[in-house]
């Protein structure tokens, strides 16, 4: 019997957090069944969002006495679903590595950034993944312990070879500089995409730039870091046409091998406007009083569409 991704997701969470057995989840599959099919107009979210906020949480305060199937069906009685809002924020599954332990949670709101907004509809292809202790705090150990072959083993190996979950393959994507400070990284399940074709951990990694030639290859730090500028979270703003912006070259010092780039450029009143005004919208800001000065290059070039408003003056333009 096959189920979506969303209900399989939930399915293995009970199992791999030691809310069910083999035999508990054997016996429930077919009134998971029965109940997928008779929610079908809705889709699979029904039966995954019963199973992750009423019956995950049920099954952690349940008596003794209670059997899992009892369980199941009281909790059935009261359960009532309601639409998700619309929002800015993607649903995103988490996972959890222990040393000894697979811990998977959500699908979470998380805010999204620039590269999976360029999958839309595939959003729950990209996982996050987490790498901590039993307790859940970051890893630590005594100055006696020698914790070389675990990291090499238990993180290197999931990071290096990728690992399967609810019959999905997961590969190594990228990560933020931000989330790296949590042992926080994404991992991508390959899919095809009608316009980009196949897209797996090195094709979306192969469109952030090229780099070949360019002496990064020869230094992974500071590549992963350039690679991670992309996947710092961001809140989607105003879509712009190809015509509304152009490359600039880099100041390039003349006299040493120096790039100097300070990710300050110019924009357009109108447009710098319009970004304020958009985001304003997302925050649910409705009487602005100050309206910046300068604004992230991420949230004004990233996201490009197509609009049918008419090119920006390229006179009509302020230094932030």
């Known amino acids: 019997m096959t189920f979506p991704w969303s209900i399989t997701f939930q399915l293995e969470a009970l199992l791999l957090n030691g809310l069910l057995n083999t035999g508990d989840l054997e016996q429930l599959i077919p009134s998971i069944s029965s109940l997928a099919e ?66 998977l949670e959500g699908p979470y709101a998380t805010q999204s950034n620039r590269v999976i907004r360029q999958y839309q509809g595939y959003e729950d292809h990209f996982i996050r993944v987490d ?4 307790d859940m705090l970051q890893y630590r150990w005594d100055r006696e312990v020698d914790g070389t072959f675990f990291l090499n083993t238990r993180v290197g190996d ?3 070879m990728g690992f399967e979950l609810a019959g999905r393959d997961f ?62 979270a961001t809140d989607a703003s105003a879509m712009i046409r190809r015509c509304e912006w152009e490359e600039v070259e880099d100041l390039v010092c003349p006299n040493e091998p120096h790039v100097f780039t300070d990710g300050v450029g110019t924009i357009s009143r109108n447009l710098a406007r319009r970004i304020w005004s958009k985001l304003c919208e997302n925050k649910h800001i409705t009487k602005p009083t100050v309206e910046p000065c300068a604004v992230s290059h991420i949230n004004i070039l990233k996201g490009i569409r197509e609009m049918n408003d008419t090119c920006l003056d390229p006179d009509q333009v302020l230094r932030i």
Not at 83 to 89: C, V
């Open 171 to 232: 590969e190594f994507l990228a990560y933020s500089n931000s989330a790296l400070r949590e042992h926080s990284v994404w991992f991508v399940n390959p899919f095809q995409h009608p316009i980009k074709g196949r897209v797996n951990g090195v094709s979306i990694r192969d469109s952030l730039g090229n780099f070949k030639g360019d002496k990064l290859l020869k230094q992974p730090s500071k590549l992963a870091a350039r690679l991670a500028q992309a996947f710092t």
């Open 158 to 160: 999931t990071l290096k």
């Open 38 to 103: 008779e929610h079908s107009k809705i889709g699979p979210r029904y039966v995954a969002d019963f199973l992750r906020d009423n019956y995950h949480v049920a099954l952690k305060i349940r008596k003794a006495t209670d059997s899992p199937i009892t369980c199941f069906f009281e909790k059935l009685k009261n359960f009532k679903y309601s639409e998700p809002q619309p929002s800015l924020d993607i649903r995103c599954c988490h996972v959890t590595f222990t040393p000894t332990r697979i811990l």
């Open 131 to 134: 790498f901590r202790d039993e």
